[in-house]
């Protein structure tokens, strides 16, 4: 009796032991494959390393070095592959073919800023790391490249990627936007190239132009035209707007009050930022979505619905007027509409005036030219590699590089049409075994999706929604504004901010969001009356005792030293 | 308390190695415990030191002491005090209305005669405990929402259409009344396994002297509980400010905050979204050591005044 006691404690013990202990045999398995990358390297070592600078250069690369890349997962190879991992995906496998290079790439067990710092943290970081370092590590990328992290790049960039510094000589902006406050340069780019007459609002109002029909009224121009159309929506069909947050975060309507706004500022006329959350037009709109919720016209639990929720309720018709992108609300709202047989219209509202006297103010997302770093070579890295690591993503910047990260692989994924341009094949618009044309773009393609290093061109749009002619013509529509109006605050300004403030901003900022976020609700439900002079008054104020004004200062300050250093090194005035 | 004579270092050395020796096992299934508990509890607060430091993850500990600065900026927040009085109010609501739950489930059962009845009830209210978290919060969102059942019910009283979870005078209510939904049975266990310890016989005796079932209840089953009851109040007690902020995060949104924002939702938003570390578990510490206080002034008063105490 006593004995068969001990056994049952002996296991019971073994058990709890074997439990607590997956932790660690946890950490031990997602070593191994960089274990394993290290000594395959190894076995690549070429034995001259002389023979890398001969002659011109050409793909596939010789005597490549593998390297490992902390990277994250595009949307749609875990359904398609049944895992999260980059390194099954056609894409990763087709540029490895042709750059010659062996990429390993790396994810973190949740895309967080929690994880990313565990990793940096625990010196568990890769050769190079992927799009992570600008939203993740605390104080952005300034503070990476002051704390050793990432190394500088200007001198590699030009010395392996010849294609890379070509398009920053044809596009000087682009080297501005990538540079940063100390004068050098930590991220290989990813490159958002939209010529002006291209589109490049990738989100907006979305209308019922059915509904529209049969009330026998036209495609709003102004704010007030909205306002009669919600009216008639309500009164025929019951039907409200419904959106996410950003109906008064981004797009159409913030546009309408508050010109040429992006992350929080915008540009006054003389070139000044100011703060959005503080300023008269963002009242004026408070106050006109305060109106529409008291009307009913919105839907009361619009702060809190997730884009799917948009999409359920346009779907079953309780909805005439809806914020949404492109591609994940209209696109696959329209997808779904087709799959359910729901017959439905709608078309994207164009940038609307304030009223009939107001200009139609900007409406797109910050630069023409916009280039974001996003490939970043950490201290971890051995120098042989650096060749093989510029080479490969040099490679993105080629004709053939740029045809794979924005259609993937000619004959399977993508053809050329009459006109010469690239388009999606049947594989990726109607896909036998039911994925979405965003999933298989995740199997095929990179560059649609945040931290892809080349150049996204603005047909992977068209590419993208044509499914769906409506979806197709959107981005167009959303974009047609006039050539006066005025251009976006940059986005890029945050380069220039010196590391002691960016760490002041992200101070200030948490504070401030915390009480812009809930005042806001507080405004468009009426808790508070927005109207009432006291009231704004004594919210500004709040802003202003979290120091609102010091952080419109240190934009400015950024904006100035941008703008200098376009002037003085780029002759370029913005 | 067991040995009335004092025992030389000696005789103290050979009785714990007897003790080992006889109850070995015993010994090796509380091992892993404790390892758990130095691994995840103790080994952990060495990490503590950041809250006194501009902690950097590339840098690692020990660098950029800064003494009480995030302490400091804590003290002067616009939000230090709502968060207190939001963290004290929903548990002080949870105190009042939550906690005498689950000891009346058990005294009900109590009384129950049926066996078959008392054990398929049990399981039926044990049921809620088991769905996650992130699950409960969903189905609460939905029915609060302004489509949702309870939404509409309470929309046609009140007349706002709105859902609950964007009404901040209703959050307290929504999240204790789910609470109470989800937890009360489980929480019953303990009430119930305590009243298995009370002897028949006191039963007996007290429906000799005349007792009806009320007075037995009130006499016999309650007294018999009481040390579980304020032994559990103690807990409750000890985490006074400090809210399951889980549920919190799954359930408010900014139209809430006022009501819904506590220290643990604080901490989350400024520690895990926007990467302030140090200031974060400075403020976690603060919450923390306010907790222990309160946790070790509750035992105190609770044994001077009912003799009943943790140590």
Redesign the interface.
């Known amino acids: 009796m006593k004995s068969w006691k001990k056994i049952v404690a002996i296991a019971a013990a073994a058990s709890m032991m074997s439990a607590l202990l997956v932790g660690c045999a946890d950490d031990t398995t997602t070593n191994q494959p960089s274990g394993s990358g290290e000594s395959q390297s190894g076995e690549e070592t070429p034995d001259d390393t002389s023979s890398a600078e001969v002659e011109e250069f050409t793909y596939p690369m010789k005597d490549a070095q593998s390297f490992r890349v902390l990277g994250m997962c595009v949307t749609g190879v875990k359904p398609y592959y049944g895992e999260s991992n980059m390194n099954l995906s056609e894409y990763t496998k087709e540029a490895e073919r042709l750059t010659g290079i062996d990429i390993q790439v790396e994810h973190l067990p949740v895309t967080d800023k929690t994880n990313f710092n565990l990793a940096i943290t625990n010196g568990n970081y890769a050769d190079a790391i992927e799009g992570l370092v600008s939203g993740n590590y605390t104080g952005g990328v300034a503070q990476a490249a002051a704390d050793g992290i990432i190394i500088p790049l200007e001198d590699l960039i030009e010395k392996y990627m010849p294609n890379l510094t070509a398009l920053m000589e044809e596009y000087p902006t682009i080297r501005a936007q990538i540079t940063m406050d100390d004068g050098h340069i930590y991220g290989i780019p990813g490159i958002n190239l939209s010529k002006d007459e291209e589109g490049h609002a990738t989100n907006g109002l979305i209308i019922r132009t059915d509904w529209l029909e049969e009330c026998g009224l036209e495609m709003p121009k102004t704010i007030d035209d909205l306002y009669k159309v919600l009216v008639a929506f309500k009164e025929k069909y019951g039907a409200s707007i419904v959106s996410q947050t950003n109906l008064v975060t981004q797009g159409t309507l913030v546009n309408a009050f508050c010109p040429n706004v992006s992350a929080g500022f915008g540009l006054d006329e003389s070139g000044n930022a100011y703060s959005l959350y503080i300023s008269d037009g963002y009242r004026e709109l408070l106050s006109t979505v305060n109106k529409w919720y008291e009307e009913g016209l919105i839907h009361a639990d619009f702060l809190n619905f997730k884009v799917a929720d948009v999409r359920k309720k346009t779907l079953a018709g309780e909805v005439g007027v809806l914020w949404g992108m492109g591609g994940s609300t209209m696109n696959t709202m329209l997808q779904e509409a087709t799959a359910a047989g729901v017959e439905i219209k709608v078309e994207a509202v164009p940038p609307l005036a304030k009223d009939a006297s107001s200009p139609i103010l900007n409406n797109n997302n910050g630069e023409y030219i916009k280039a974001t770093p996003n490939l970043f070579i950490t201290n971890l890295c051995d120098e042989k590699k650096y060749e093989s690591i510029c080479r490969y993503y040099d490679f993105m910047f080629t004709e053939e590089g740029i045809r794979l990260g924005n259609y993937g692989i000619e004959g399977v994924s993508y053809y050329i049409n009459a006109d010469g341009l690239e388009t999606f094949t049947e594989l990726m618009l109607h896909n036998e075994d039911g994925f979405t044309t965003v999933q298989m773009m995740g199997v095929y393609c990179r560059n649609h999706s945040s931290g892809f290093v080349g150049i996204q061109e603005y047909n992977y749009l068209r590419n993208y929604y044509m499914a769906n002619p409506a979806a197709s013509r959107a981005s167009d529509i959303w974009s047609d504004v006039p050539a006066t109006s005025a251009p976006n605050i940059p986005v890029s300004f945050t380069n220039y901010y010196t590391t002691a403030e960016a760490e002041e901003v992200a101070l200030i900022k948490t504070d401030i969001d915390t009480e812009f976020t809930s005042k806001r609700a507080d405004f468009i439900y009426g808790k508070l009356d927005v109207d009432d002079d006291a009231v704004w008054a004594d919210y500004v104020n709040t802003l202003k005792g979290m120091k609102i004004d010091r952080y419109t200062e240190i934009v400015n300050n950024a904006l100035d030293k941008k703008a200098q250093v376009l002037k003085d090194q780029y002759g370029i005035v913005e | 308390m067991a040995y009335k004579y004092r025992l030389s270092k000696e005789q103290k050395r050979k009785l714990i190695v007897k003790d080992f020796k006889k109850n070995w096992?015993?010994y090796?299934?509380v091992?892993?415990?404790i390892?758990?508990y130095l691994?995840f509890e103790y080994i952990p607060m060495y990490g503590v030191q950041i809250a006194f430091q501009d902690y950097?993850?590339?840098?690692?500990f020990g660098k950029n002491w800064v003494g009480f600065k995030h302490f400091e900026?804590f003290f002067t927040?616009?939000?230090f005090w709502r968060l207190f009085k939001n963290a004290f109010l929903i548990n002080w609501f949870e105190l009042i209305f939550s906690f005498p739950v689950p000891i009346i489930i058990a005294l009900l059962f109590n009384e129950l005669k049926s066996k078959t009845f008392k054990n398929v009830a049990n399981t039926f209210i044990y049921l809620p405990h088991f769905i996650t978290m992130v699950v409960v919060c969903s189905m609460v969102?939905e029915f609060v929402?302004?489509d949702g059942f309870i939404g509409q019910m309470v929309a046609s009283v009140t007349g706002v259409?709105?859902?609950l979870?964007?009404q901040s005078q209703y959050f307290r209510t929504v999240y204790i009344a789910s609470g109470v939904w989800q937890g009360a049975g489980w929480g019953s266990i303990i009430y119930v396994a305590a009243l298995q310890g009370v002897d028949t016989q006191l039963y007996d005796a007290a429906s000799v002297d005349g007792a009806g079932r009320w007075q037995q209840m009130w006499h016999v089953t309650l007294p018999a509980i009481a040390p579980t009851i304020i032994l559990k109040f103690i807990l409750e007690l000890g985490s006074m400010f400090s809210t399951g902020s889980q549920k919190i995060l799954l359930l408010y949104?900014?139209?809430?905050?006022?009501t819904a924002?506590v220290i643990g939702t604080y901490v989350h938003?400024?520690g895990?979204?926007?990467?302030?570390?140090s200031?974060s578990t400075a403020v976690g510490l603060f919450s923390n050591l306010i907790n222990v206080s309160m946790f070790i002034s509750a035992n105190q008063i609770s044994k001077k005044v009912a003799n009943i105490s943790l140590w």
């Open positions: 096992a015993i090796l299934i091992l892993p415990i390892i758990y691994m950097r993850p590339a840098l690692g900026r927040s616009p939000y969102k929402s302004a259409e709105k859902s979870l964007l949104n900014e139209a809430i905050y006022d924002d938003r400024y895990m979204q926007s990467g302030q570390y200031y």
